[in-house]
Structures are given as structure tokens and as C-alpha cells.
């Protein structure tokens, strides 16, 4: 779990701006003489209120008792997510909601908090939201949050769990059979056959 957030998101009426943002920066791949280590994958979950905090809580019993504990296995339900051992999460169905974006680049992210086009590689409307990601799995990213409602301010948590595959080396010493050849002399004799012919007198 590399992200865990709240948010206050004002209303429109507030007299604050109802758009704010979270960075979350990735954490980098690593290469050492001995040691690797690759971000493969990531997976966030995004929920408003009361509502959505209750509905993650049953996620991780749930998850526990169906899954043969790959919550405490892993964490969190989050990260069942992020590895494919679970494929979906509980979420409320009733409460208020927020509109988020997930945008690469600050450029994008002033025009989403003007309200004026962006662009995004993620993004939706819910009261609670979860995903996988395995690509952009690098680098910084800001996740745009928008209150539309006009009179109620909201909470919004964010969590973002990172899954990554680490390899170590280490140098071995062992020993190793040689096989050598063996050269033999021996002394051959040599077999030397002599011929000679005789006269034999028959009738």
C-alpha cells in the first residue's frame, strides 16, 4: 500500500473550488549488481463517505473468508486485486458520489481543475471505484477529484496498492567433477607368419 488518502471535496456552493487533485508518484524499477526490483502491476480503490468505507471493510472479511485468506496473504482485498486473485470488490450502492480522472501530466491537470477539456488515461463517476492497472506503471500521476453536488461537501478516500517482483542474485562457490582422459601404454607382440615350400615325392 503505497497510497491512503482522504480528501475533502468542497460543494459548489462552498465558496472553495469543488475540483482538487492527489499526486501519487509510482515507486521506481531498481536494478543492482544483486537485487531487481519491477513494478508489474497496481490497483486503486476510490470510494466517498461513510458508505464506501463500510463496503471496503466487508470487502476485507469477505475477501478473507472466500478467498482462503488472500487478505491476510496480501494485505488488503486491493491487492488481490492487483495480482488477479480477485476479480471484484464490493461497493455501496447508495451515498454521494465524485467524479475522478486519472491524468499524466499537470498540463491536463490545470484544465481539469478549470473545468476545460483533458485528457486522461482513466476516469469515471461512482460512489465507490476500483481498478488494475498494468500499464503506466511508472513515473507521477494526479488523480483529478470533482464535487458536482451543489450543497454537500464530501470525503473521498484513495488507495493505491503496488505489486512488485523482486529478484536477488548471489555468487555460489561449488565444486565441480572433472572428468579427465586416462592414456594406457601397452606392449603389442607382433605375430610374424614365415612361409616356405618342400618338394613331396608320391606315386
Sequence with gaps: MIFDKTERVHSYWNGNSSYTYLKVSLPPNKREKYRKEKVISWAYWIGVGDEAAEAYSKNV???????????????????????????????????????????????????????????????????????????????????????DNQTRGIDVNVKIVVIKEIKTYQDIEYDREKITPKYV???????????????????
Design 61 to 147: 472479511k469477505s475477501v478473507g473468508k472466500l478467498a482462503s485468506g488472500i487478505a491476510s496473504a496480501y494485505g488488503t482485498p486491493l491487492a488481490g486485486i492487483a495480482v488477479g486473485s480477485i476479480t471484484e470488490l464490493l461497493i455501496p450502492k447508495t451515498g454521494d458520489d465524485i467524479k475522478y480522472a486519472f491524468i499524466s501530466d499537470i498540463e491536463n491537470l490545470q484544465a481539469f481543475l478549470k473545468g476545460q477539456a483533458y485528457r486522461y488515461f482513466d476516469g469515471g463517476k461512482g460512489i465507490a471505484a476500483y481498478g488494475k492497472k498494468t500499464k503506466s506503471l511508472q513515473n507521477t500521476f494526479y488523480i483529478g477529484l470533482h464535487n
Design 185 to 203: 601404454k601397452t606392449n603389442k607382440v607382433k605375430t610374424v607368419v614365415k612361409t616356405r615350400k618342400i618338394r613331396v615325392n608320391f606315386k
